[in-house]
């Protein structure tokens, strides 16, 4: 049993800084990093495995983040954070790192680390409230404890991938039974974790959608008159600005997703519909699309039986009903707000795969957002290590990867690659609904 106290281990920390404790994660970190890009599938295309792009940037965020922490020096310990007169907090630990500050939450206990993160966030943004306009990658989260809880490790994927805050975790390890022996282990999670985490979040049925349709304007956004299955330059410049602006709306409240203007051909839009529209089209990842039953099971089955169902259904239709606001904002501010605009809900998993809507229409100003834009760039990023690892078998790509990230075709092909057929987290994460390149190329609508 140990004869010592959490107390004890603070002290010790403080006295010796965090460089002489903290386990060269070097080594660790190059060994798990994940291979990506350097298989081919049955399409001569690097292999697509989500869950891999997103540990590799998980991976590599800890790499940045542990040499933060490897450079702190502390400034103060136990510092008093009054909420009011009878109410405080205090930091276990205050320091500062080359690129600014950061605090250290200290759980030695196994009980008490499922407050461990819910307490590391609190001093976090009390600290963040002292300089107003403070962001949360301006300020590094190091929380020390067992991590045993599955609680506590979810949480700390879910900050890595999705809140993306400046956050890093360290097993404490005190080899010989004292405070005095201290060693800090990075903490990495496993494969199956990724891959339960890509499996559920990136898929079409966590995705809700909306289109925004609106009529089109003479001179600024219209089918050439000369040849209605064309765009005028302008329209196409117009069009692009939208969804560059409701990206930035996108990134602002924190959604993971995407945005694009889909403009069905002339011929089409006209016979099918009778008027000629634009559609504005938003998709982002509902987290209560997709939820943990278990889980939500032990909070539900305390409620009376005739609101179980609320618990869930409010917020996954009030999180739609964000997404129609978000459009309408758009839609108001980059062109006028009496702007008459026409709103559907439509299922994403229909819309990706029919023929109608991926190809009979020009599509404009892709836009990723979020945890979606990082898998998808780092995606793109493999495909350039493979060329140039393979360059016999090299895929096309365009000369800046920018082209690429607005290439409607590629941004397509990873959106239905997302669409994972459901299993074991453990399980190998295969795509559905895959083409071969060819059958798209050269159609319109596709450049």
């Not at 001569?44 to 702190?72: C, M, Q, V």
């Not at 985490?197 to 909306?210: G, K, Q, Y």
């Not at 117009?238 to 560059?244: D, E, G, M, P, R």
């Not at 032990?298 to 869930?312: G, K, S």
């Amino acid at each position: 049993m140990a004869k010592f106290n959490e107390t004890d281990v603070q002290k010790h920390l403080e006295a010796v800084g965090l460089e002489t404790v903290l386990v060269d994660a070097e080594p660790l970190l190059d060994a798990v990093l994940p291979v990506t890009g350097n298989d081919l599938d049955e399409y001569d295309e690097p292999e697509f495995e989500l869950w891999k792009l997103l540990k590799r940037k998980a991976i590599e965020k800890l790499r940045y983040n542990h040499r933060l922490a490897t450079s702190g020096q502390f400034l103060g310990s136990a510092i008093n954070l009054p909420l009011d007169k009878t109410r405080h907090m205090f930091v276990d630990l205050l320091g500062t790192h080359g690129d600014g500050l950061f605090v250290l939450e200290l759980k030695i206990d196994k009980p008490a680390e499922r407050n461990a993160f819910t307490e590391l966030l609190g001093y976090s943004n009390y600290i963040a409230g002292l300089f107003p306009g403070m962001g949360g990658k301006d300020i590094l989260n190091i929380l020390v404890t067992p991590m045993d809880a599955k609680i506590a490790r979810q949480a700390y994927l879910y900050d890595l991938l999705i809140s993306d805050r400046s956050v890093i975790l360290y097993q404490p390890d005190f080899p010989a039974g004292t405070a005095e022996s201290l060693r800090l282990d990075l903490y990495i999670p496993e494969d199956k974790e990724f891959q339960h985490f890509a499996n559920r979040l990136l898929s079409h049925e966590a995705m809700s959608c909306v289109v925004a349709s609106f009529d089109d304007i003479p001179g600024w956004i219209e089918y050439d008159d000369a040849n209605p299955d064309t765009l005028p330059t302008y329209t196409r410049e117009a069009l692009k600005k939208i969804t560059a602006y409701t990206a930035q709306i996108m990134e602002h409240e924190g959604l993971h997703g995407f945005c694009y203007v889909r403009k069905r051909w002339h011929s089409i839009q006209v016979r099918a519909f009778g008027e000629a529209k634009t559609d504005l089209i938003i998709c982002a990842i509902n987290p209560f699309r997709l939820i943990d039953e278990e889980r939500v099971n032990l909070v539900t089955d305390q409620l009376p039986e005739d609101d179980r169902a609320v618990f869930t259904d409010a917020p996954l239709y009030g999180f739609i009903n964000r997404l129609l606001r978000l459009a309408k904002r758009s839609l108001a501010e980059c062109i006028d707000a009496e702007h008459p605009t026409w709103l559907e809900t439509p299922y994403w998993g229909a819309m990706v795969t029919a023929m109608i809507e991926t190809v009979f229409a020009d599509h404009l100003g892709f836009r990723p957002t979020g945890m979606f834009r990082e898998a998808y760039v780092e995606q793109l990023a493999a495909t350039r290590r493979y060329n140039a690892t393979v360059p016999a078998m090299a895929v096309d790509v365009e000369r800046l990867q920018v082209d690429d990230i607005g290439n409607w075709l590629r941004a397509w092909q990873f959106m239905e690659a997302c669409g994972f057929v459901a299993g074991e987290a453990g399980d190998q994460a295969k795509p559905v609904h895959r083409r071969r390149r060819s059958d798209l190329e050269g159609a319109p609508g596709t450049a």
